[in-house]
C-alpha cells in the first residue's frame, strides 16, 4: 500500500483537515484540527465510523478518523450512564469494523487501534454499572478483541504479547460463558504455535480447541478447528493424521483453507 497510516497523520502527528464522512442521512460532519468539539460531535463520528466498509483505497482514512475519535465506551462512562444491550451492541459493530480495517492495513498499523479499543472496553466492564448478562457479553466482546489484538500482535512481530492476548481472550470468552469463542482463541493460539513456536505444542493446543467447540460451534468453526489441527499434524511432520483431519473438516462442510484465516467473531467462526 503506498500510503500507510504514519504518512497520514502528517509531520509530528498533527491533525490537518480531517476528512468529511457521509452518514445514511447524506448528512456530512466535517472535523477540522484546532476545532472546539461538543459531545454531539463525538458521539456522531463515532457512529460514522462504523457505517463506512473498509476497503484498499479508504482504509488508511477510516483508521486516521478512529484514531481522533472518543470511542464510545468512554463517552458511557463519562457521562455515568448504566450500561446496556445497545452499548455492548454497538462496541460489537466496533469490533467488526477493525477487523475489516486489519483486512486491509498491516499489523504494525492497526495494532494501537486494537489495542486502545480493548482496553477502554476493559475499563467499561470494569468501572461501569451493568447488568450480570451484560457483563457477560461484554466479556465476550474483549475475547473478541483479545484475539484480533493477538493476530496484530504477531503480524508486527509482538510474539510474546500475541501469546498472551490469545490466552486472555479464552478466558475472557470462558467467563462470559461463550465456549466457542473460548475454543476460537485457543485454536488460534495453536496456529501460532505451530507457525513459530513449539509445535508439539500447537497439536495439543489445536486438539484442545477443537475437543472443546466442537459442539458449541458452528459448522464453519468447526471445520477450522479441524483445519487448525490439521495444520499443526502437518508441522509436525504427521501427514497421514493431518489428512485425516482436514478430511474431517471437509466431510462436515468446511475445507477452504481456513487454517490461516482470522475468525470474524466469537461463534467459532
Avoid at 476545532?35 to 473498509?54: C, G, H, M, N, Y
Avoid at 477502554?120 to 465476550?140: F, K, N, Q, Y
Wanted: a negative charge; charged letters at 20%; aromatic letters at 4%.
Amino acid at each position: 500500500m503506498a500510503q500507510r497510516l504514519d504518512g497520514a497523520l502528517g509531520a509530528g502527528g498533527a491533525l490537518v483537515a480531517l476528512a468529511a464522512i457521509s452518514g445514511p442521512d447524506e448528512q456530512c460532519l466535517t472535523v477540522v484540527s484546532g476545532s472546539s468539539w461538543q459531545r454531539s460531535d463525538v458521539e456522531r463520528l463515532a457512529d460514522l465510523l462504523v457505517t463506512e466498509t473498509p476497503t484498499s483505497e479508504n482504509a488508511v482514512e477510516l483508521a486516521h478518523q478512529w484514531l481522533i475519535a472518543e470511542p464510545p465506551q468512554r463517552l458511557e462512562l463519562d457521562a455515568g450512564r448504566r450500561v446496556g444491550d445497545s452499548t455492548v451492541e454497538r462496541v460489537r459493530r466496533r469490533v467488526l469494523q477493525l477487523r475489516r480495517l486489519d483486512d486491509h492495513l498491516g499489523g504494525s498499523e492497526t495494532y494501537t487501534l486494537v489495542t486502545d479499543e480493548l482496553a477502554e472496553t476493559v475499563a467499561l466492564l470494569r468501572e461501569s454499572s451493568h447488568s450480570e448478562s451484560v457483563g457477560r457479553e461484554l466479556l465476550v466482546v474483549i475475547a473478541d478483541l483479545c484475539q484480533l489484538a493477538g493476530f496484530v500482535a504477531e503480524d508486527s512481530g509482538r510474539m510474546a504479547e500475541a501469546r498472551r492476548y490469545h490466552l486472555a481472550g479464552m478466558r475472557a470468552a470462558h467467563a462470559g460463558g461463550d465456549t466457542a469463542c473460548a475454543a476460537n482463541c485457543l485454536s488460534s493460539l495453536s496456529y501460532l504455535e505451530a507457525n513459530v513456536g513449539d509445535q508439539h505444542v500447537a497439536v495439543t493446543l489445536a486438539r484442545s480447541a477443537h475437543a472443546g467447540g466442537r459442539h458449541a460451534a458452528e459448522a464453519t468453526g468447526r471445520a477450522l478447528f479441524l483445519e487448525r489441527v490439521a495444520w499443526a499434524y502437518a508441522r509436525v511432520g504427521a501427514a497421514g493424521l493431518a489428512e485425516r483431519a482436514l478430511g474431517a473438516g471437509q466431510a462436515g462442510g468446511g475445507g477452504s483453507g481456513l487454517a490461516g484465516r482470522r475468525p470474524g467473531g466469537g461463534r467459532g467462526g
